[in-house]
T-cell receptor, first 109, second 114 residues
Framework: TQLLEQSPQFLSIQEGENLTVYCNSSSVFSSLQWYRQEPGEGPVLLVT?????EVKKLKRLTFQFGDARKDSSLHITAAQPGDTGLYLC?????????FGKGTRLSVIA | EPEVTQTPSHQVTQMGQEVILRCVPI?????FYWYRQILGQKVEFLVS????????KSEIFDDQFSVERPDGSNFTLKIRSTKLEDSAMYFC????????????FGPGTRLTVT
């Protein structure tokens, strides 16, 4: 069974700080997707990474896929209150997505 | 921007009743999925659908569940005899393909079984 572990589970930081959250697995994934989910809503796709070592940037968010395609990280620079939410990673490929439990981020003004 | 839509947003039903959850995937997508998320837990895969048939299903997707694409736009999930433990958010998703193609999720249907 493929599992994705996300850490930390909860993170509370001040506006302007930088942070990194992690997504780890013992399994290799063909691709990894990061979503953001608000309470009572569906996951909203942020980015997909498919190549080992790949780095993608989305404004202040930087996503990296591990060389072995078993792990990924999300780095946020100068966090803002609007970044508050649940960040989910999901591994996939030719199989259905396997989700982690998420990191709940709270950015305090 | 194209998006996945789902109806209803909230469905309350009594145990043992049948429910049908509806989804309209993104129009040019070929693969369709149902996931569920029990409150406070992670998103779990139920079933994937391609070319008018189920391509993969999880252990959760037992004989009480069925899916259908009744026309060119709708994709439905039917639960024949609901149980209390079926209470969850149900998400529909669609993608152009597999193997790295992004899956786009709808806003979900909150199913409450009483």
């Amino acid at each position: 069974t493929q599992l994705l572990e996300q850490s930390p589970q909860f993170l509370s930081i001040q506006e302007g700080e930088n942070l990194t959250v992690y997504c780890n697995s013992s399994s290799v994934f063909s691709s990894l997707q990061w979503y953001r989910q608000e309470p009572g809503e569906g996951p909203v796709l942020l980015v997909t990474v498919v190549t080992g070592g790949e780095v993608k940037k989305l404004k202040r968010l930087t996503f990296q896929f591990g060389d072995a395609r078993k792990d990924s990280s999300l780095h946020i620079t100068a966090a803002q209150p609007g970044d508050t939410g649940l960040y989910l990673c999901a591994g996939g490929g030719n199989t259905p997505l396997v989700f982690g439990k998420g990191t709940r981020l709270s950015v305090i003004a | 921007e194209p998006e996945v839509t789902q109806t209803p947003s909230h469905q309350v039903t009594q145990m043992g009743q049948e429910v049908i959850l509806r989804c309209v995937p993104i129009s040019n997508h070929l693969y369709f999925y149902w996931y569920r998320q029990i409150l406070g837990q992670k998103v779990e895969f139920l079933v994937s659908f391609y070319n008018n048939e189920i391509s993969e299903k999880s252990e959760i997707f037992d004989d009480q569940f069925s899916v259908e694409r009744p026309d060119g736009s709708n994709f439905t999930l039917k639960i024949r005899s609901t149980k209390l433990e079926d209470s969850a958010m149900y998400f529909c998703a669609s993608s152009l393909g597999t193997g790295g193609f992004e899956q786009y999720f709808g806003p979900g249907t909150r199913l409450t079984v009483t």
